[in-house]
């Protein structure tokens, strides 16, 4: 069965700002380290909020799955990440699936190749993990994504191979009974994270997108990630949007971006961009602050693509 069957695309409903909509059901990323500093999660993020668990290289995966276990009991959705480099063998991945089955009820994964340049075993790519068939039974699984390429996939900066591996992934849609989404790297041109999706459709792509923003952040930390997360042209706007000294000193927030996307999706309800997925890179607390503060605190009703209620903050 393929997730196609579920995915929906709905304009915003009347009354509600294009911004607010696609914000609806947004997405968060943590790591053991950042939960460490915050008492709970509950009261601050919404009912049933999808909360992704980034597996930083050295991290142990018994620090993972407490930190699994301690949102899931907290009412949310966990999705840890996967990351295929990092994991030595199908002995070492079967492990990880059964601890975090069996501590914190996942169901749900980010499978990615990984930052690691030399990888720990056989496994080198998220297609790698899916192969080995120890997948079977989750119900969502999400890809990481790239719009503006990358370097470890196509060195020559072509995107061939990226290309090549989204279509494996959308034939793999095609026929497992789990919900298949792609989750982008973190961006500062929405123009080009648009004109990147509607190059996927073109190429029959058409798995849903949520596009990776950042919450509020010091323009000297966006520098710094985006540097080692290699976004280049992204970057460059960046940089022109904050020439200014005096903007320099402000906090960079991620209205722009996802005013022009949220834009593109009221004018073509049927493209693929589906939601949001933050990055807190300066702060959790900034974030989620700042979510709250473009949805609304009052529940804007139930997500029309994910069925959450977007809740009282």
Not at 220 to 243: D, F, M, N
Not at 254 to 276: M, S, Y
Request: aromatic share 8%.
């Amino acid at each position: 069965m393929s997730h196609l069957s579920f995915f929906r695309n709905e304009p915003a409903a009347p009354g509600i700002p294009a911004m607010a909509w696609l914000l609806q059901g947004w997405s968060i990323e943590v790591t053991p380290r950042s939960m460490g500093r915050i008492g709970s999660l509950g009261g601050l993020l919404p009912a049933g909020t999808r909360v992704y668990i980034a597996h930083i290289d050295g991290t142990s995966i018994k620090d993972m799955v407490a930190t699994a276990r301690r949102i899931s009991r907290e009412g949310f959705t966990v999705m840890p990440h996967f990351p295929a480099r990092s994991i030595r063998d199908r002995v070492m991945l079967a492990d990880w699936i059964a601890h975090y089955q069996a501590e914190a009820g996942v169901t749900q994964a980010l499978l990615l190749a990984g930052g690691r340049r030399d990888p720990a075993g056989n496994f080198t790519s998220s297609i790698d993990l899916v192969e080995s068939g120890l997948f079977e039974g989750f119900t969502r699984l999400h890809f990481a994504a790239h719009p503006e390429g990358n370097r470890d996939i196509d060195p020559d900066g072509s995107n061939k191979g990226a290309m090549a591996a989204l279509r494996w992934k959308r034939d793999f849609a095609s026929h497992t009974d789990a919900t298949v989404a792609l989750v982008t790297q973190f961006g500062f041109d929405a123009e080009a994270a648009i004109v990147w999706t509607e190059r996927l459709r073109q190429e029959g792509i058409d798995l849903p997108i949520h596009v990776g923003i950042t919450g509020p952040t010091r323009f000297e930390t966006l520098v710094k990630y985006a540097l080692a997360c290699g976004i280049g042209p992204s970057l460059q706007v960046l940089r022109k949007r904050h020439r200014s000294l005096t903007r320099l000193f402000r906090p960079y927030t991620p209205d722009g971006f996802v005013t022009v996307l949220a834009n593109h999706k009221a004018r073509n309800p049927d493209c693929t961009i589906e939601q949001v997925h933050i990055f807190p890179l300066g702060g959790l607390a900034a974030a989620i602050q700042w979510a709250a503060d473009r949805t609304g605190k009052a529940s804007l009703g139930p997500h029309p693509r994910t069925g959450h209620h977007t809740g009282s903050l």
